[in-house]
């Protein structure tokens, strides 16, 4: 078994910025830049054979380059159950297009639907049981957070491994748009 999703990485250029938002939240445990990506679709624990399917059927998928930027911050929970802060991707058509068929490539490959609604964001930290007001007190003084526009020619598929630092994504495959 192999757990994988299909991304978007985020350029050095536009994740650099991100890092020096990177402080003020107690226990956060801050992504690396090296780690900083929109996912298109979690595909989860995956067999051998069915990751090489869904590797013909992301291989599969068309479409043109085009622009995205990065627009705003949040978090994932409430409350204690506060897990993740992000910065959110702008609304894109072609960004949900790209989803869109990420997620049929899986169908395709006989996997599950993936029930939950496509948030384009970039994690940029995990939390464990943050005090609400910490969390709130970044998003504010980070709510104004937009970068510039940055190109979008391929994605990738990435699997993730757990170290002693945490998770190391290993990007496995890149596909072209």
Not at 32 to 60: M, N, S
Not at 69 to 83: K, M, Q
Not at 142 to 147: A, V
């Amino acid at each position: 078994m192999i757990r994988l999703f299909a991304a978007i990485a985020v350029p050095d250029d536009i994740g650099a910025p991100l890092l020096r938002r990177q402080h003020g939240l107690p226990g956060a445990r801050w992504r690396p830049l090296e780690a900083l990506h929109i996912t298109l679709r979690f595909f989860g624990d995956v067999q051998e054979r069915v990751a090489e399917d869904l590797d013909l059927e992301l291989e599969r998928i068309t479409g043109a380059p085009f622009g995205l930027t990065l627009d705003g911050v949040g978090a994932f929970g409430e409350g204690p159950d506060i897990h993740a802060v992000w910065a959110g991707a702008a609304e894109s058509a072609p960004l949900r297009t790209l989803a869109g068929r990420c997620e049929t490539a899986a169908r395709r490959a006989k996997m599950a639907a993936d029930s939950r609604a496509y948030r384009p964001h970039v994690t940029l930290a995990y939390l464990r049981r943050p005090e609400p007001a910490d969390v709130a007190a970044w998003i504010q003084a980070n709510s104004l957070l937009q970068s510039p526009p940055f190109a979008v020619d391929r994605f990738g598929l990435y699997s993730t491994h757990q170290t002693g630092e945490g998770t190391r994504y290993v990007l496995e495959r890149e596909y072209r748009l």
